[in-house]
């Protein structure tokens, strides 16, 4: 998509070995230290307090990213991690893509050289993109579906499989977490993960988080019948799909962040 950056001429800034390009202030040369999948689930649609809490429970949820050098702008991202973001919408037999994917231009400099106002500018830019695709490229539509495994499955596959062996994995999942697809659905049957586990539709489930930290922001909806089903057991359920799948499960994200 073309968003904030348009059709920007591709130019670079040299910081010592590594080229970031303008467009996205991604290194080819360097890889990212972390790389953060950020997968959010519209279907059910925010209420306008959840709109409002969204960017914040994501910008929290990223500054706990560990080992940033720019801890002190509260962000948690060094310059050159890469953000991916992507609507976990898409159909449960379709391959998902990222509606953005862009890196940390770092930590907004002091000094007024023309490379520091440039930096400055992306920081910015950094943020404003972020926030529109994610604040207004994820509108809520008219689904009978949630495949929300699925999604993460495809997620796992896109962003991680290849990446570099050294950068370092984080997935942040906003969604009520009420799973609904083919292979499995919480309005069928109680989220069981063992007895998931034996049935041959979960092959479509799986995927090699490569060790990533899942952090899941759950979406408290307003329906009763639907809160309901927002039980410790479901928690469970996603604890023990995600360790399945090789990644960790960050437990404090139950109590830091919901919607």
Same mark, same amino acid.
């Given at each position: ?17 590594? &080229? ?5 202030? #991604? ?75 862009? #890196? ?52 796992? &596959? ?5 990446? &570099? ?21 919480? +309005? ?13 539709? +979960? ?11 899942? #952090? ?27 360790? &399945? ?15």
């Amino acid at each position: 998509m073309a968003g904030l950056f348009g059709t920007v001429a591709y130019l670079v800034i040299n910081d010592d070995k590594c &080229d970031y390009a303008s467009t996205n202030f #991604c290194s080819k040369e360097c890889p990212p230290k972390n790389i953060v999948a950020i997968g959010v689930d519209a279907s059910g649609g925010f209420d306008a307090r959840q709109q409002a809490a969204l960017m914040s429970s994501i910008r929290r949820a990223i500054s706990t990213v560990p080992g940033s050098e720019y801890s002190s702008t509260g962000t948690g991202l060094s310059k050159g991690d890469r953000i991916d973001i992507y609507n976990l919408q898409a159909a449960a037999d379709e391959a998902i893509a990222p509606l953005l994917s862009i #890196c940390f231009p770092g930590q907004e400099p002091t000094s007024a050289n023309d490379n520091a106002q440039l930096v400055r500018s992306y920081h910015n830019r950094f943020w404003q993109e972020v926030t529109q695709v994610i604040s207004g490229g994820l509108k809520a539509e008219a689904v009978n579906q949630s495949p929300i495994a699925e999604s993460i499955a495809s997620i796992g &596959d896109v962003a991680f499989r290849s990446a &570099d062996a050294m950068s370092s994995k984080y997935m942040i999942i906003v969604s009520d977490l009420l799973q609904n697809s083919p292979a499995f659905s919480v +309005y069928r049957e109680s989220p069981d993960f063992s007895a998931l586990k034996k049935r041959p539709e +979960y092959v479509k489930l799986r995927t090699d988080l490569g060790g990533a930290k899942v #952090c899941m922001i759950r979406i408290s909806r307003s329906d009763a019948l639907e809160r309901a089903r927002q039980t410790p057991r479901l928690l469970n359920f996603w604890a023990e799909y995600v360790a &399945d799948n090789l990644g960790e499960y960050v437990v404090e994200c139950e109590t830091q962040f919901r919607l």
